[in-house]
């Protein structure tokens, strides 16, 4: 089962911040947080992990809480084209694991005009 | 285009029927994984290489499936005997293991439909 807890959609206005929640309340230490969106009939995408500071990239910031027990996905200007279907994932490193991800229901964003 | 391609994109049989999947990770990716995805659903881990070996098999993957990666590069999925339970999107993903991060890159998908 997933570790994690999303709400199972979103609106967000076109040009506006889309915030994206997470819950992730039993995460240990070593699992690290995870981002990725499916677009309607296309294959998942990586967007971004952290582990415990913020983290950006050109795509989205991650925000994670200092207890790590819930982070925040933002995009800073939602577009037509960020209209997917958002997963948060925790997950360990380490060459020992299998890095296999497991996905739960996500966060559909619609991002509307 | 994330370097990752499937074949075929869709693929459409009768119940009973055996198929095949073929992946082509990037050419550097030592660690491959398929997922299959219902509707409505987020994708559900299948099975796990690294390099030749697979190393991991989820209980979804029944004995009427089987998995291989021959010299490590590209891989296939074999479903034998396909029930109509077996329709989902097919998932492959790559990446290059350094520390066994979860940064995968994931093909397009083969949609399986079984009538």
């Known amino acids: 089962d997933a570790k994690t807890t999303q709400p199972p959609s979103m609106d967000c206005a076109e040009g506006r911040a889309a915030n994206l929640p997470c819950n992730h309340s039993?995460?240990?230490?070593?699992?690290?947080v995870y981002w990725y969106r499916q677009i309607h009939s296309q294959g998942p995408q990586y967007i971004i992990h952290?582990?415990?500071n913020n983290e950006t990239n050109e795509m989205a910031s991650l925000i994670i809480t200092e207890d790590r027990k819930s982070s925040t996905l933002i995009l800073p200007h939602a577009t037509l084209r960020d209209t997917a279907v958002y997963y948060c994932?925790?997950?360990?490193?380490?060459?020992?694991?299998?890095?296999?991800?497991?996905f739960g229901q996500g966060t559909t964003l619609q991002v509307k005009p | 285009d994330t370097g990752v391609s499937q074949d075929p994109r869709h693929k459409i049989t009768k119940r009973g029927q055996n198929v095949t999947f073929r992946c082509d990770p990037i050419?550097?990716?030592?660690?491959l994984y398929w997922y299959r995805q219902t509707l409505g659903q987020g994708p559900e881990f299948l099975t796990y290489?690294?390099?030749?070996?697979?190393?991991?098999k989820s209980r979804l993957l029944s004995d009427r499936f089987s998995a291989e990666r021959p010299k490590g590069s590209f891989s296939t999925l074999e479903i034998q005997r396909t029930e109509q339970g077996d329709s989902a999107m097919y998932l492959c993903?790559?990446?290059?293991?350094?520390?066994?991060?979860?940064?995968?890159?994931f093909g397009p998908g083969t949609r399986l439909t079984v009538l």
């Open positions: 993903a790559s990446s290059l293991d350094s520390s066994g991060r979860s940064e995968q890159f």
């Open positions: 039993t995460i240990s230490g070593n699992e690290y």
């Open positions: 952290g582990l415990k």
């Open positions: 994932i925790v997950s360990l490193h380490g060459s020992s694991n299998t890095g296999k991800l497991i």
């Open positions: 050419s550097e990716h030592n660690r």
């Open positions: 290489f690294q390099n030749e070996a697979q190393l991991e």
